[in-house]
């Protein structure tokens, strides 16, 4: 086995301190796993440069690769394999792996000579995430540290100010927020009161106001004043001087402006924590049993259908377009149908299971596959005709026979060529891994179905988990949906063939 290092001076991701030696402590690693697994080293690649974007050692080593210079890449950790976790993925993952050069992380043991492509693929979606994440969190810790605020921070009545370290009073508001506390506290308003009051007076709800003012790029949404809402600003301390932030896992108080006196705040809170003592969310006033809640659609004109009550001697529930029309369909057949629905796509999951682990399947994906291995030979080709086009006119700037122009023009086009063509290549690879795990009883709709125990009356949960949306057509016939990312793995096999 033909090995190459690659280390580099830089992490893609914060560090407090690096030594000075990390080159070599990296080659001392490699080095000693080489050796345990009786592979031979004939190269190494290091980008010495203190600089997180040096990548002249990676690109020697990716152009090395593609004339099949080696069989092994060892790193000692993927946070050190190129500028950023991509770079090590398009070059390991996609480029090498699919033509016969494996790798090995000496960090975490992996080498994909023990992995499937799916498995390897896997491990680095698993680092990429933990590098993405460790990115973002050094990012905000350090801002944080230094005192700044988001705009995640922005809350009703206040905005970042200039420095994004404080808030600004958004006088456009004030008045409303103390209107809330006068409702509450001396009117003896509910929340739910005071929240129609609000409506029809016109006012803005705080999710629409903070779309039109905030500094945060947000959607553009419709909504109104709610019990919530209102619930939330009676609660807020920061109207009367203070909020608490969690800062670097710590609980911190942060000061704001004061726009009401605390003693009418008290007086609110008061009258909230009296009506509102021992409500829960299991009580009769709020408890909704209402399975199919925002999943329930008219056929003809895509409304969605209100629930509605029957609070007489035989209580019921039924499904209509309006609350005055009587026609309607009976909760009880909608809950029979989607029940009947999920027992058919439990056993249509199971069958899928038998069919894509038996030679009927594996036949299937090997046919699939040997499509996508012909286009993928077609692309790495190209890729390694691009790349070696690139080396020879380098060489021929080297030597004086093209200009510095004409090379410059001739590298920007064989850049922009290699770029298509490697995005086709990882868009080809990525369809293999679907492949991979579609045909497996990794598939997400089988994963997820055929291990399904249906209930005779579902739940609010049990519906938005299984069910992506329920279809009423004149309110009579009900066609049940799987959620979109389920039904998508399901369409990727032969599905019919599974039922005969």
């Not at 921070?153 to 970042?160: F, I, P, S």
């Not at 594996?362 to 993928?376: C, H, M, N, P, V």
């Amino acid at each position: 086995m033909r090995c190459v290092s690659y280390t580099r001076f830089t992490s893609c991701v914060p560090e407090k301190v690096t030594p000075s030696d990390i080159v070599s402590i990296q080659n001392e690693r490699i080095q000693k796993y080489i050796r345990q697994n009786g592979w031979e080293l004939v190269g190494k690649y290091t980008d010495r440069k203190k600089d997180a974007t040096a990548d002249e050692a990676f690109r020697a080593m990716q152009r090395d690769g593609v004339n099949r210079k080696f069989d092994m890449v060892v790193v000692d950790s993927l946070m050190r394999c190129g500028a950023n976790v991509s770079y090590a993925e398009d070059i390991l993952l996609k480029s090498f792996l699919p033509a016969g050069i494996h790798f090995a992380v000496v960090e975490d043991n992996v080498c994909s000579l023990t992995l499937t492509y799916d498995e390897a693929a896997a491990y680095f979606k698993k680092k990429r995430n933990t590098y993405i994440g460790a990115v973002l969190h050094g990012r905000t810790r350090a801002k944080q540290a230094e005192g700044y605020l988001s705009v995640h921070d922005e809350k009703y009545g206040y905005l970042l100010n200039e420095e994004r370290k404080g808030f600004v009073v958004d006088e456009e508001v004030v008045p409303i927020i103390r209107e809330i506390f006068h409702m509450i506290a001396d009117e003896g308003l509910t929340y739910k009161e005071t929240a129609e009051r609000l409506n029809e007076r016109g006012y803005e709800s705080p999710m629409k106001h903070l779309v039109r003012v905030s500094q945060k790029h947000r959607q553009d949404v419709e909504s109104h004043w709610v019990t919530g809402a209102v619930k939330r600003v009676v609660s807020n301390t920061a109207y009367i001087g203070y909020w608490y932030k969690i800062v670097d896992g710590e609980r911190t108080r942060l000061e704001t402006e004061p726009i009401i006196d605390k003693e009418l705040f008290d007086r609110a809170s008061a009258v909230a924590a009296k009506r509102y003592n021992g409500i829960t969310n299991n009580s009769p006033r709020q408890k909704s049993d209402n399975a199919f809640i925002k999943q329930i659609f008219d056929k003809q004109s895509g409304e969605a259908l209100i629930c509605r009550l029957n609070r007489g001697a035989n209580p019921s529930q039924s499904f209509g377009l309006d609350h005055w029309k009587k026609e309607t369909i009976d909760y009880d057949i909608v809950m029979e149908k989607a029940v009947t629905a999920l027992n058919e796509e439990k056993e249509r999951a199971v069958r899928a299971d038998v069919w894509v682990n038996s030679e009927q399947g594996r036949l299937e994906k090997q046919r699939r596959r040997a499509i996508y291995a012909e286009q993928a030979r077609k692309l790495f080709d190209d890729i390694s005709l691009l790349e070696r086009e690139r080396l020879s006119e380098y060489v021929r700037f080297e030597a004086g026979t093209v200009s510095a122009d004409e090379y410059q023009r001739q590298r920007e086009r064989f850049d922009a060529a290699l770029a298509i063509t490697e995005s086709q290549f990882k868009r080809l690879m990525d369809q293999v891994d679907e492949l991979e795990t579609a045909f497996s009883s990794r598939n997400p709709w089988i994963a997820l179905y055929a291990d399904i125990r249906v209930p005779d009356v579902l739940t609010k949960e049990e519906v938005r988990k299984w069910i992506g949306r329920v279809v009423v057509d004149n309110l009579q016939f009900v066609e049940v949906y799987l959620p979109e990312k389920y039904k998508r793995w399901r369409d990727m096999l032969a599905v019919k063939e599974t039922e005969e």
